[in-house]
């Protein structure tokens, strides 16, 4: 995750100046709240689109497209192939690309 150095902001700025926070998170999408100086928190601003739920909270999901998400998995195989399944299985667990639900 790539943390802009604008986006530390101390723990007690949630108390002082709350709008200053929420108006980097605006900008940078998120910021990490320091206390002792060492990251505490992150406060990420919401996308609905760029979320996933891993089992161990909501993360940054990337937007790839399945043949995008193939050719990555594929360029990291022993002599660049694959067997379908073991293709498929990698991209899941990779989460580079997730079936899009229909509403």
């Given at each position: ?74 360029s990291e195989a022993e002599n660049k192939t694959m067997h ?20």
């Amino acid at each position: 995750m790539d943390i802009r150095i604008d986006s530390l902001i101390p723990f007690d700025s949630l108390k002082n100046n709350i709008d200053h926070v929420f108006s980097v998170v605006d900008k940078n999408g998120k910021v990490v709240l320091l206390k002792d100086n060492k990251p505490a928190y992150i406060v990420l601003k919401y996308a609905k689109n760029n979320l996933t739920d891993t089992g161990i909270g909501m993360q940054e999901m990337p937007n790839y497209t399945l043949h995008e998400a193939m050719r990555i998995v594929l360029s990291e195989a022993e002599n660049k192939t694959m067997h379908v399944s073991e293709l498929a299985d990698e991209i899941y667990r990779r989460r580079l690309y997730l079936k899009k639900r229909w509403k």
